[in-house]
């Protein structure tokens, strides 16, 4: 499947982040998720009806490792504020966020299995998602990613779920027609569908420009081959500021200058990942070169780039960290790099570097103050990294 290779690659970070989770938690127990002894408490913050809704939801799940075991019926589990992966708002008391993601819910196996989780593929299953969800009308966070949805389509009506701030359904394995709904979701601020299965989108421009409050957005993985003006799309997100549509099909885009950056773009592009595609137009470039001010995060592995490293990478003097690798790039005038002295972080695994990479790495490690030589596999096998102390 498509999504496979970012499911792979998200669960190893995920892995990491966990681990980090763990060792926080060792340190202050209050962090951990789910060791609380609910049945101590008086109070019962939590709405009947919200309550209803979340265990009809959980009816919806195949809970193989009973992680959602605080969720119930029974006297002491009567405040579902109180739940593993369930947030109230302190002051009206309803349901406002649902952290039912990997990373929260393998936090809670750890510490229940007292084993580690990172070769578990996924802790829910969905069956169903009910639509008594929509009764959490309050819901500004919702992370339901590496829920596994088995190809099943996204249910039409999380589009009216319109308090969404943040929406994370990544690795989620929905499948089907693409959910145009969420473009109902005006407030949305972060929006991630990245590693599912659904069909190409035809698209992008009846749903995406409604939602003018993003600022992350991540499509990777959904196949945009057919959205001719993806670019143009994007760049007219007047908030947006990290960007990654890793392994779309990207197709290279058509653009004239003056028809980007007019009002209502975003200025502000601080991260952007387009690998994976082979979009080589130089209008890649012609855009990019617009957020010379912002960009601190520049991602171009696998992208058919060849020949010589674009010269409009040295007007990018914010860069932090600049991924080339599996391209067929050269450096021909190392000099004319030296605006990147921002670098911390170089990766050129896997191209055609000839003997002037060697100056080129020279001329940084001057500029930078220090340069760590981290990995050198092969003579065109090259990671540099880069740290200012
Ligand atoms: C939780 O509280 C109940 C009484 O409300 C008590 O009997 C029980 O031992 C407590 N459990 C834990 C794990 O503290
Ligand atoms: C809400 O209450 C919890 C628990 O008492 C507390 O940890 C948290 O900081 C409060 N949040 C806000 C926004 O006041
Ligand atoms: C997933 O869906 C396929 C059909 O698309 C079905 O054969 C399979 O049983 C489903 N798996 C689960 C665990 O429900
Ligand atoms: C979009 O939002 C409106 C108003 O909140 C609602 O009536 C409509 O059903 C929603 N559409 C979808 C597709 O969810
Ligand atoms: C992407 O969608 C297009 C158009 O529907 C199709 O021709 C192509 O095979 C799809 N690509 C992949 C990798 O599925
Ligand atoms: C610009 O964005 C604002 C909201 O941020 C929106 O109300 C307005 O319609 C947009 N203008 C254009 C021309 O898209
Ligand atoms: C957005 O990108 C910046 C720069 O790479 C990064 O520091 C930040 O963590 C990203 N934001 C999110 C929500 O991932
Ligand atoms: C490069 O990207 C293509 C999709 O465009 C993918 O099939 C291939 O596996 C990628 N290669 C590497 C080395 O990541
Ligand atoms: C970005 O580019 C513009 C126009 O080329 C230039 O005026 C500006 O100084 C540059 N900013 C940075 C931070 O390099
Ligand atoms: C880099 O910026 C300078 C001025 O800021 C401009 O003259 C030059 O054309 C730019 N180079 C590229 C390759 O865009
Ligand atoms: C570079 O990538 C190509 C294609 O993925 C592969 O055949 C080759 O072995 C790689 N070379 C090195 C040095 O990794």
């Given amino acids: 499947m498509e999504g496979d290779r970012i499911r792979c690659l998200k669960k190893l970070s995920r892995a990491l982040i966990v681990v980090f989770t763990l060792l926080q938690c060792a340190v202050n127990p209050s962090l951990s998720l789910g060791f609380k002894n609910i049945s101590s408490e008086g109070v019962v913050r939590c709405f009947e009806r919200e309550r209803e809704a979340l265990l009809a939801f959980k009816h919806g799940l195949v809970d193989h490792y009973n992680l959602l075991s605080s969720w119930g019926r029974e006297e002491h589990k009567q405040d579902c504020c109180k739940w ?73 009506f999380i589009g009216s779920l319109s308090n969404l701030r943040h929406l994370d359904l990544s690795s989620a394995s929905f499948g089907g027609q693409f959910p145009s709904q969420v473009g109902n979701l005006t407030h949305l601020q972060y929006l991630d569908l990245s590693g599912n299965d659904f069909n190409s989108v035809e698209n992008l421009k009846s749903w995406l420009p409604l939602l003018s409050s993003l600022t992350y957005l991540d499509l990777s993985s959904t196949n945009l081959s057919n959205v001719h003006d993806w670019l143009e799309i994007v760049s007219k997100l007047p908030k947006l500021t990290n960007l990654t549509l890793q392994e779309c099909g990207l197709p290279s885009p058509v653009i004239h200058s003056s028809t980007l950056f007019n009002i209502n773009s975003s200025k502000s ?77 170089l990766y050129l695994f896997n191209n055609s570097l000839s003997g002037q990479f060697s100056e080129f790495v020279q001329m940084l490690s001057t500029c930078c103050r220090r340069l760590h030589f981290t990995e050198r596999a092969s003579t065109d096998h090259y990671m540099y990294k880069f740290s200012k102390y």
């Fill in 84 to 156: 593993v992966g369930v947030h109230c708002s302190n002051r009206t008391n309803h349901v406002t966020q649902l952290h039912l993601g990997w990373d929260p819910l393998s936090v809670s196996y750890s510490h229940q299995q007292k084993i580690d989780s990172w070769f578990i593929d996924y802790f829910l299953q969905g069956k169903k998602m009910s639509p008594k969800l929509i009764e959490l009308q309050r819901l500004k966070y919702l992370d339901l990613s590496s829920i596994n949805f088995n190809g099943t389509r996204l249910p039409f």
């Fill in 269 to 345: 592009l601080a991260h952007v990942d387009l690998s994976h595609n082979q979009c080589t137009s130089p209008s890649i470039y012609l855009w990019l070169s617009n957020y010379n001010a912002s960009l601190v995060f520049l991602g171009l592995d696998n992208s058919s780039l060849t020949g010589l490293i674009p010269s409009v990478i040295e007007n990018l003097t914010s860069l932090v960290y600049l991924s080339l690798s599996y391209n067929k790039l050269d450096v021909v005038n190392p000099h004319s790099f030296s605006s990147l002295c921002s670098l911390q972080s």
